[in-house]
């Protein structure tokens, strides 16, 4: 019986662990046998590749080296500054008065939130209450209550609005609801 020395694995036999996939043996190389030529292959005659080749230029075929260029002095063209730009002055910078920065004059009035029914972007079903539309479960664009703005009994309560860390994974969870990693349900911790 063989047993794989990293996951204990026993097997009769194989060259791998079938649970782990380890070698379990180092397979044996087998001696170099002898080889004997075929008279009838040509044999070569550059022991290794390393002697050189005489090989005579083809004249009706180009060289593909390209030739050297004729050793020219370097001539500088005498209007071309190659070094750097001259100095520049401060600049005036001046405000264009034509130029619209694209908000209008602040009027003090604001639009005021979304209330009453509210209409699925999607299915366009009427729906009055509820953050996910009841007929396709996507989420609406309904505007949810703040800390400042939730009614005390009748309404949400305010610690419901509040974030608590799950007591398992530590991720911010509101209280009484369960955790969307790990489906624990977050107690809120009573004073």
Same mark, same amino acid.
């Given at each position: 019986m063989i047993i794989c020395? !990293?996951?204990?694995?026993?097997?009769?036999?194989?060259?791998?662990? @079938?649970?782990?996939?380890?070698? &379990?043996? !180092?397979?044996?190389?087998?001696?170099?046998?002898? !080889?004997? *030529? &075929?008279?009838? &292959?040509?044999?070569t005659h550059h022991v290794g590749g390393r002697v050189a080749v005489e090989a005579p230029f083809l004249p009706e075929l180009d060289h593909t080296r390209q030739q050297a260029g004729p050793d020219l002095p370097a001539q500088q063209v005498p209007e071309m500054e190659t070094t750097r730009m001259a100095p520049i002055d401060k600049v005036s910078v001046e405000a264009v008065p034509d130029m619209d *920065?694209?908000?209008?004059? @602040?009027?003090? !009035?604001? *639009?005021a939130a979304p209330s009453g029914a509210v209409i699925c972007r999607y299915c366009r079903n009427v729906q009055a209450e509820g953050m996910v539309c009841d007929r396709c479960g996507m989420r609406l664009s309904r505007v949810r209550p703040t800390a400042a703005a939730a009614p005390g009994k009748g309404g949400v309560a305010t610690e419901d609005l509040t974030w608590l860390p799950c007591q398992k994974c530590r991720t911010p969870t509101r209280p009484n609801k369960i955790c969307t990693v790990c489906g624990t349900r977050v107690v809120a911790a009573e004073a």
């Open positions: 020395p !990293v996951c204990e694995h026993q097997q009769a036999q194989g060259d791998e662990c @079938d649970n782990c996939g380890k070698k &379990l043996q !180092v397979p044996k190389v087998a001696a170099a046998a002898a !080889v004997p *030529t &075929l008279p009838e &292959l040509e044999q *920065t694209g908000r209008a004059a @602040d009027d003090g !009035v604001r *639009t």
